[in-house]
Each structure stands twice: as structure tokens, then as C-alpha cells.
């Protein structure tokens, strides 16, 4: 099964099995489980004001 990438507003409930990043201001947090292709995740907001999201490359999600 393949598994896509989830946003949750809030922080996780145990903080220990994830990697916390900062992308232009907001928190994101990485499960350490996480597998990347050619070990780099790239994380960035795309778009312009309110119409902004996350975006995210690089994961393997085979």
C-alpha cells in the first residue's frame, strides 16, 4: 500500500519519532522513518499569499 504524504495542524503526539524542520516560518515535522530518494527531501511553500501550500520532493513512496 502506498502511503502519500499527510498535513496535520498541532504537533505530533510523541515528538521523538520525528525530525523537526523549519520552512519559511512553519514547524514541519518528518516521521524518522521516513525513506528519500537519493537521501534528500526537499520541503517548500509554493504559491503566493493565502493560497499557499507545502510541497514536498523526494520521498520514496514505493
Known sequence: MQQLPTVFVGKPQDERFFNLYDVEGIK???????????????????????FQRLEVDGLDLA
Open 28 to 50: 514541519v515535522y518528518v516521521p524518522k522513518n521516513t525513506i528519500a530518494v537519493k537521501d534528500e527531501v526537499k520541503i517548500y511553500l509554493e504559491g503566493k499569499w493565502m
